[in-house]
């Protein structure tokens, strides 16, 4: 079994807001930002890199927000006291989310024409919220202009609309929001995932229930330890499944992400709805 070893390189990027951030090249230093120099900086490290490590550009991206989110903010309230208010198994991306991730995929866009280097491959949480996101943020590079005017929604979806627009992405459970007792944070059927994300890629082993996420009887919160683990194999898996790759793009959620950074070891930050940050990684493959 394969383990890996993670040193965050902080000299590329320096992220102040969100609202900053997405209008110009996501905080490449120094500013503007020079993608070209980027590139072959990244090159040159990886190029001295010893056998066994790799240099990782993650494009590490909150989903748009969802029906729960929406729910929680017009009353005030916590998750589970929202679930008063709407069924939220699932939830979708509310137009305001498909919004959000349609101005990151402008943004993108825009700094893909100043050289900007695009992921070779996409990683996603099997979470609807997460797949319309990565599909309206990523799904103009595979010909598919409805990402740009913010997607189409569950309604489109469910008459047979392809949510994730087209990309290529693989699902991997353990990028999966912070498990408690929320039922937003459960998933429907890989049967129906497939039927609405017909261009994503699930693993084979993977369960058409969600046998992952128990509720309240069942089991307890995940605690910060837990989360960081199983986030630090899915992060683990994305690495191993993109084996070959420097740049690669993960879209899940607020806890994962928190999840994920601990595990790589970079510095905690909070992502808004609708984020996107790049990390630059030197990865070190450590065998067991």
């Not at 799904?139 to 949510?163: E, H």
């Not at 229930?209 to 128990?214: C, F, G, R, V, Y």
């Not at 837990?226 to 790759?245: D, N, P, Q, T, Y």
Request: charged share 25%.
């Amino acid at each position: 079994m394969v383990k890996y070893i993670y040193t965050y390189l902080d000299e590329f990027f320096d992220l102040s807001d969100w609202n900053d951030d997405i209008k110009g090249p996501f905080g490449l230093r120094p500013p503007p930002g020079d993608w070209a120099e980027f590139k072959a900086r990244i090159k040159e490290l990886d190029d001295a890199c010893a056998e066994g490590e790799r240099v990782k550009v993650i494009y590490a991206a909150r989903h748009g927000q969802a029906e729960h989110n929406a729910v929680m903010e017009r009353y005030n309230c916590t998750g589970h006291e929202a679930e008063q208010y709407a069924n939220l198994l699932d939830p979708y991306l509310t137009v305001l989310g498909r919004s959000q991730a349609a101005a990151t995929a402008s943004a993108v866009q825009r700094e893909a024409k100043r050289g900007m280097p695009l992921p070779e491959k996409w990683f996603v949480s099997p979470l609807k919220r997460a797949g319309e996101t990565c599909g309206i943020e990523w799904g103009w590079l595979f010909g598919d202009d409805t990402s740009k005017s913010g997607g189409v929604d569950a309604a489109a979806a469910a008459a047979g609309g392809d949510l994730g627009h087209g990309v290529p992405a693989s699902v991997v459970e353990n990028i999966r929001e912070h498990l408690h007792v929320h039922i937003c944070d459960s998933r429907v059927s890989v049967t129906e995932l497939k039927t609405e994300f017909p261009s994503f890629a699930f693993p084979d082993d993977m369960s058409d229930l969600d046998t992952i996420w128990k509720s309240g009887k069942e089991r307890d919160r995940e605690t910060e330890e837990e989360l960081v683990a199983r986030c630090g194999k899915g992060i683990a898996e994305v690495l191993h499944l993109s084996e070959g790759s420097t740049y690669v793009s993960v879209t899940a959620h607020s806890g994962a992400m928190r999840g994920i950074y601990k595990s790589l070891g970079v510095p905690a930050r909070p992502l808004v709805v609708g984020e996107m940050n790049v990390l630059v990684l030197r990865v070190k493959e450590v065998q067991e």
